[in-house]
């Protein structure tokens, strides 16, 4: 098999480390390795990379502080996380720092490759999509460079910056429930955590500029417990 997807496996276990770089080698991957989080960070900020495999338990820091400083940093690299701590609360604080999935050790190593394969793919498919810069539904229209919306009456708004990024989330998947982790990660980032209340008064904007009776909403929707929806 040829693949040319280059991964980092950050793992303190040689003998693992050993029997993953082989394994994924074996698959046509290009796999590098370190043993702890400084040397990890140290390769990303040096070299690209497809995919980062990073233990939980490091000797210098923990895998979730190395997430948590990738993100911060702006590497958008997919993150796998590996962890004999398999409680939801330790999955749910992974995926909170910015890992995009989560795997508990012991694991099936094919279930290993398989969702490998799943996260590479999603990125590269999610890197090839055309930048939207012009968006129309219904008689409303969102100029994204320009920063401005026309509504159905003919209105002009000008949008934040944050506005522009949170309408392009939704935008970007229509009829599906965006979470609000989803959102914390691509438009607040890492290090602020606006309250629900926050992300409210933004769709409760939207549904002004966009809504022909805002108090029944028919584009952006809040879906109680879970997140928010764009329907075109």
């Known amino acids: 098999m040829t693949n040319r997807n280059s991964i980092l496996i950050v793992e303190d276990e040689e003998n693992l480390q050993e029997a993953l770089k082989l394994n994924l080698e074996l698959e046509g991957y290009e796999v590098s390795g370190c043993i702890n989080g400084s040397a990890a960070l140290e390769r990303i900020h040096k070299e690209h990379f497809d995919l980062i495999i990073l233990d939980v338990m490091l000797p210098d820091m923990d895998g979730i502080q190395v997430c948590e400083s990738i993100r911060l940093q702006q590497y958008t690299t997919p993150v796998l996380m590996l962890s004999a701590k398999g409680s939801s609360a330790d999955r749910v604080l992974g995926l909170k720092k910015g890992a995009d999935d989560y795997l508990a050790k012991p694991f099936n190593l094919e279930e290993l490759l398989l969702r490998v394969e799943k996260l590479i793919r999603k990125n590269e498919q999610a890197n090839s999509k055309q930048e939207i810069e012009t968006v129309v539904f219904g008689k409303n229209k969102i100029d994204f460079p320009a920063l401005t919306t026309q509504n ?81």
């Open 152 to 232: 159905h009456q003919g209105k002009t708004f000008e949008l934040t910056k944050r506005e522009a990024m949170l309408l392009k989330l939704l935008i970007e998947n229509p009829n599906e429930v965006v979470t609000r982790e989803r959102i914390l990660q691509t438009v607040w980032g890492y290090n602020v955590y606006p309250t629900t209340r926050t992300i409210d008064n933004f769709i409760l904007n939207f549904r002004k500029y966009f809504e022909r009776d805002p108090r029944q909403p028919k584009h952006f929707l809040s879906v109680r417990g879970m997140g928010y929806k764009f329907i075109p």
